[in-house]
């Protein structure tokens, strides 16, 4: 669909995320058309007039222009609205009215460039870049709606797995709600018959997914769905099944690059395996909202002790609790990259947490590979493992200051990020 005509109303969103060497502020720009349905413009302008937005965002009031209706005229430097470029989806350019109505909120500081100082040229310029964004922001809708589509698919012919799709629904949901170009479930679903099947046969993800942190990163259901197809024992098949699914999904949104296999016994083959799956978030924020909620309610308490033992600061330990641990040296715990077909040394951040050997010297964050999901299920299972593993600091007390910290920090993220609804609660998927 092509955009025509004169777009009338315009609702300007700021959000700030921890960046290094200080916040960072990105804006998202709301256009409505008579008739057409919402859509969602990134663009940012922290460069020209962050200075003076930044005090007043910060107080957490909208921007003067949010939600105001814009008298928009067909923009200046354009002259004409564009063709599709992003495969279906035409949005139109930058509308520069709504730039303007922007640039003139910022009165407050004399860092403010004003109105008219951005040339011809600056502004073409800044258009690429958006619509460069906007077009690789696309891949989290694509993949949202070929996931879910594929999970649903499956689970009419697997028995006990419509819970699987019920929270990956839900976790879905939350992260499109985050994204740094959000996307609500009317922008995921394309078509609003289906849209309306899947409230109505999974309406508690709708209803919880802004008030309910999910447990863990969508793909973990994607793998549980799999696992519960192939069966544990069948592990290629498993890595050739979510191998074949991620070749056809776009890179980096909802996706695991990693997968970990862990059994009670490096030499016995026949021993049950457990798996898990690096962290499928999409930039710092969403990965330790959910590292944050998987350690407060989804991992055995060995692993999330140790991964909160570094959350969310990850350069150092916390001064009064050392919840790491070293697993039995006999284990098997090994990690495939999902993409090369490789085996993958344990990081140096899998050493720290869980005493993994390894020469690696890369270090990731913590929680966010596929060991300590892996590990998880291998502890929560296998009795033996658990006896066998050494856990460093065993005080209850320090432990629930630590998770009490975490909790803060949890909600901390969330604040910055604008997402104010959080009950308090996880989700719990529907079971059959
Ligand atoms: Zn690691």
């Not at 859509?39 to 020209?48: A, H, I, K, S, V």
């Not at 993949?143 to 879910?148: F, G, L, P, R």
């Not at 009419?156 to 709600?177: C, Q, R, W």
Request: with cysteine.
């Amino acid at each position: 669909m092509v955009f025509k005509g004169i777009v009338e109303y315009a609702s300007i969103n700021t959000t700030y995320e921890q960046a290094e060497g200080g916040l960072e502020s990105s804006h998202t720009c709301d256009l409505l058309e008579p008739g057409a349905r919402r859509r969602t413009l990134p663009f940012d302008w922290g460069l020209e007039c962050g200075a003076s937005l930044l005090p007043r965002s910060l107080g957490g009031l909208l921007l003067p222009t949010a939600g105001k209706r814009v008298g928009y005229q067909t923009p200046p430097l354009l002259g004409h609205l564009r063709p599709s470029r992003y495969g279906g989806l035409s949005p139109p350019p930058l509308p520069l009215m709504v730039a303007d109505a922007l640039k003139h909120q910022c009165v407050g500081g004399s860092l403010c460039p004003g109105v008219g100082v951005q040339t011809a040229a600056m502004a073409n310029q800044e258009i690429n870049r958006r619509e460069e964004f906007l077009k690789t922001q696309q891949g989290f809708r694509k993949n949202a709606y070929k996931i879910i589509d594929e999970m649903n698919g499956w689970s009419n012919n697997t028995a006990g797995s419509t819970h699987l799709v019920d929270e990956i629904l839900h976790s879905i949901l939350f992260l499109g709600k985050i994204n740094k170009t959000p996307f609500s479930p009317n922008e995921i679903f394309s078509s609003d018959d289906i849209l309306q099947a899947l409230m109505e046969k999974y309406p508690r993800p709708f209803q919880f997914y802004l008030t309910q942190l999910p447990r863990r990163s969508p793909f973990s259901c994607v793998l549980d769905m799999i696992v519960l197809r192939e069966n544990p024992e069948n592990e290629e098949q498993i890595k050739q099944s979510l191998r074949e699914l991620i070749s056809d999904l776009a890179p980096q949104f909802l996706v695991s690059s990693i997968i970990c296999i862990s059994q009670k016994s490096n030499t016995d083959q026949s021993s049950k395996r457990y798996y898990g799956v690096s962290m499928s978030t999409n930039g710092p924020n969403p990965g330790k909202i959910v590292i944050g909620a998987s350690c407060l309610n989804n991992w055995d308490e060995y692993v999330s002790g140790a991964v909160m033992t570094y959350y969310p600061n990850n350069n150092e330990k916390k001064a009064y609790f050392d919840g790491t641990i070293e697993v039995p040296g006999n284990i098997r715990c090994e990690s495939f990259s999902l993409s090369r077909d490789e085996q993958m040394s344990p990081c140096k951040s899998c050493h720290n947490l869980f005493g993994l050997n390894t020469e690696e010297t890369k270090k990731w964050a913590y929680g966010n590979c596929a060991e300590p999901e892996s590990l998880s299920n291998l502890l929560k299972n296998e009795e033996e493992v658990k006896n066998g593993t050494t856990v460093h600091d065993r005080s209850a007390e320090n432990r629930q200051r630590a998770e009490e910290e975490v909790r803060q920090d949890l909600q901390a993220v969330l604040r910055m990020i604008h997402f104010n609804t959080w009950s308090g609660e996880f989700y719990n998927p529907e079971s059959e």
